[in-house]
DNA sequence: CGGCACCCACAACCGACGGTTATGCCATCT
DNA sequence: AGATGGCATAACCGTCGGTTGTGGGTGCCG
């Protein structure tokens, strides 16, 4: 099976038609023909039926579709891969987090970063945490900062801090010298509130301790981010639990209280067993977790 | 990144030299010398240095082998996929089972299957949970039949038959009388007993129930199939848990007791949710189902 | 219905790439 | 020193992947 017919496979299935993935390819039309048709001859079987002028995948196509996906992203991530191995290692610095850790925590780090290094060029991106394991495996950043947990993937982490779950209401929803005290789970039964649909460990942590509250909370609207629940209770939409950091730094005009039954959240700094970390990115761990514990405090 | 460049790192780095990989490939060896040029030049770095005329892998280039592995495998897997695909539907009826049911009872059903149906043509495999779900995958064999749940990996199972864990001993372990009462787990405490490292839920529930017992049962020998503790505990090695086929089916001479804890163990048979079971391999699996109730009697 | 746009297949042609054989150099081993 | 094994280079060649050009079929419009 030549990776030609694979690549032309998928830009066919991927397209539609069979010009439509000469063009994807920057090959001739008559050139993906050709290859088509030996790719069929190859196999044995066909790979389309060819109806009224048009390709239509076979059963047999199909059944293929998937492996040959699969084949096609690992293919991509090799590229990926090796194109960052070439890149000299110029950059002493990539850095990947998650948007809530983008809102003010990184970009506070960088600024200060920045002035003590004002020659060293940064990479900052913000990732989910499946995209950002892919990222440092991949070697297109070389630090993750998240509030998940991620030794698994063979990658080293670090705790830079850590804080624990907050509620956040819209503003005067509790009494301005109640703030300070911290919530009772419970306190939470029969509430309006938005739910979190973030498919991660805090995700699962939060459903967990909700499905226990009688009578459970009333959440109608369900947000992939916590930077969204946030807007949406700063407007009304009712109560949200979100990490620390999602608390404080937001924008929005809020209220915070602690929850009394205390859900640990840890901000950890991953990245490759294989690079230990060089000055400029410890220093700059070093920040993040001043910034970080003087934001908790 | 062409593909022949994959396979060519590939090669040397399993063979461990360009002429090995050359030979591997079936191509000459400047062929292989120019081709691995090649690759590092599109790469833009290099692969191996050549040190006293012999070739060491790189830094760089020991990071991209896992890819690069899994992408053979993959293009390999897909290889297997194309052809059985490709190979009309000739074989009514391919099998595969662990080696615990390919003792007898799969034998015996094939056996019985072979009157009724003296024409077809029957193909059986034993393979361990992950090949046996890569080789239905892949649609090498069609049923496959094991005491795993595998209810992922999108293959549907149907239950066959239920029965519960076994403790087993050497002959004359216990009185004649009490063979038919369930042994209490806590029996086993500080007994010598034969463990199972078989990396499967089954495996993981016994260990799960012997870290209970108080003291602990003294397991000195590990091993990885039923079969093989059935062996030693017959040669005197002391007790051991095992499924009720390997207990019922073992030619060893042996002691067989249900544990009064009853753990369920189920036969399952599983195959692809696209292709519905024709009627010999339904007959078939009637067949199993009735022998191992039988056997389980 | 004619015109048009789109899509696929076939033919003829060409350059580059993947392969070959032959040879030389270097290191190691006897 | 000679033999052996491994890699690189050179010269050569056929095939394969690409091109342009063309034709036929289908569907959509005026």
Redo the contacts between chains.
């Keep these: 099976?030549?990776?030609r017919y694979?690549e032309l496979f998928h830009a066919v299935l991927s397209t539609g038609s069979l010009t439509g993935a000469a063009n994807l390819l920057n090959i001739s039309q008559p050139a993906a023909s050709k290859a088509l048709q030996q790719a069929e001859n190859h196999?044995?079987?066909p790979l389309f039926s060819r109806v009224r002028g048009r390709l239509q995948p076979t059963q047999?196509a199909l059944?293929?579709r998937h492996?040959?996906d699969?084949?096609m992203q690992?293919?991509y991530?090799?590229?990926r891969?090796?194109t960052n191995?070439?890149r000299p290692e110029s950059h002493p610095l990539r850095v990947t987090c998650t948007p809530t850790l983008a809102q003010t925590l990184v970009p506070d780090a960088i600024a200060r970063l920045g002035k003590v290094y004002p020659d060293t060029s940064i990479e900052l991106y913000t990732q989910h945490s499946a995209a950002m394991c892919e990222s440092l495996m991949l070697?297109e950043s070389d630090i993750g900062l998240t509030l998940q947990d991620m030794s698994r993937h063979g990658l080293l982490q670090q705790s830079l801090c850590d804080g624990s779950i907050m509620v956040i209401a819209p503003p005067g929803w509790w009494p301005e010298r109640d703030l300070a005290k911290p919530l009772p789970i419970s306190a939470l039964a029969g509430q309006p509130m938005i739910g979190i649909t973030v498919q991660d460990a805090m995700g699962n942590m939060l459903h967990g301790h909700l499905a226990e509250v009688e009578p459970a909370p009333r959440a109608h609207v369900w947000v992939q981010t916590y930077q969204l629940a946030c807007s949406l209770v700063a407007r009304g939409g009712g109560l949200a639990l979100v990490d620390p950091f999602t608390a404080r730094c937001s924008k929005e005009p809020l209220q915070t209280r602690p929850l009394k039954l205390q859900l640990d959240v840890t901000l950890r700094a991953v990245y490759r067993p294989?690079s230990p970390l060089n000055g400029v990115q410890t220093r700059f761990l070093d920040y993040v977790r001043e910034f970080a514990q003087s934001l908790l405090a």
């Design positions: 099976m030549r990776l694979i196999l044995g079987f047999q059944l293929m492996h040959i699969r084949i690992e293919m991530d090799l590229q891969l090796s191995i070439a070697r294989d």
